[in-house]
């Protein structure tokens, strides 16, 4: 089982809609973050996040440090937040373990 | 200045060449990485730097030798490559207590062996 999960792995919705990725954890972490990476891209990094909420624009990110859980909510989803979507946490000093990521295509 | 910049975006070699992969910051970071992704894959931990020195190589084979001439500077040096090597190469830095700092990461070099 990997340390870090994320769900869905691929995720197909309309323009407009509100999109969940939900991520997990089995490791204790020093901080998790949310990354973004277009097709053939580098990766921009969205949140880090070590408790709470942070919101950026449409973009929410939680964690529930008891829970080992976290969530990336996207509010009125549009075709270019299409990309994949990667959780990574901090094990130990300046490594990430990464999740498999979760394909988001937003239709028109 | 707060981006990562990696050359050259693409990449294509023998597998008997030597080429080298190149990472610039300028935003103070003391540690330095390079990640390799291949497609569909989560990125995977190759090297660090931290103040310049090499603190982990996460057994990568010596026909990739890192190299850090100074705080700014990251290069990946490639040699005698196998097609498998074939493969997205991403540099990252951060500040070396990363606990609350978050990672910025180059677009990547794209590298084809042939």
């Known amino acids: 089982k990997n340390e870090v999960e994320q769900s869905p792995q691929n995720l197909t919705a309309q323009e407009g809609e509100f999109i969940t990725i939900n991520c997990s954890y089995s490791?204790?972490?020093?901080?998790l973050h949310w990354l973004q990476q277009h097709p053939g891209g580098g990766i921009v990094s969205l949140f880090m996040?070590?408790?709470g909420k942070k919101k950026h624009g449409r973009l929410i990110a939680t964690i529930n440090i008891q829970e080992k859980h976290s969530s990336l909510h996207i509010t009125a989803s549009h075709p270019r937040d299409s990309a994949v979507y990667i959780c990574?946490?901090?094990?130990?000093?300046?490594?990430?373990?990464f999740g498999q990521g979760t394909r988001l295509t937003i239709n028109p | 200045d707060t981006e990562v910049t990696q050359t050259p975006k693409h990449l294509v070699m023998g597998m008997t060449n030597k080429k080298s992969l190149k990472c610039e910051q300028h935003?103070?970071?003391?540690?330095m990485y390079w990640y390799k992704q291949k497609a569909k894959k989560p990125p995977e931990l190759m090297f660090v730097?931290?103040?310049?020195?090499?603190?982990i190589n996460e057994s990568v084979p010596s026909r990739f030798s890192p190299e850090c001439p100074n705080s700014s500077l990251l290069n990946l040096h490639l040699h005698a490559l196998q097609p498998e090597d074939s493969a997205l190469y991403l540099c990252?830095?951060?500040?070396?207590?990363?606990?609350?700092?978050?990672?910025?990461f180059g677009s990547g070099t794209r590298l084809t062996v042939v």
């Open positions: 990252a830095s951060s500040q070396v207590y990363t606990e609350n700092y978050g990672y910025t």
């Open positions: 490791v204790g972490i020093s901080a």
């Open positions: 996040l070590s408790s």
């Open positions: 990574a946490v901090n094990k130990g000093a300046q490594k990430l373990v």
């Open positions: 935003m103070g970071h003391r540690a």
């Open positions: 730097y931290s103040y310049e020195k090499l603190s």
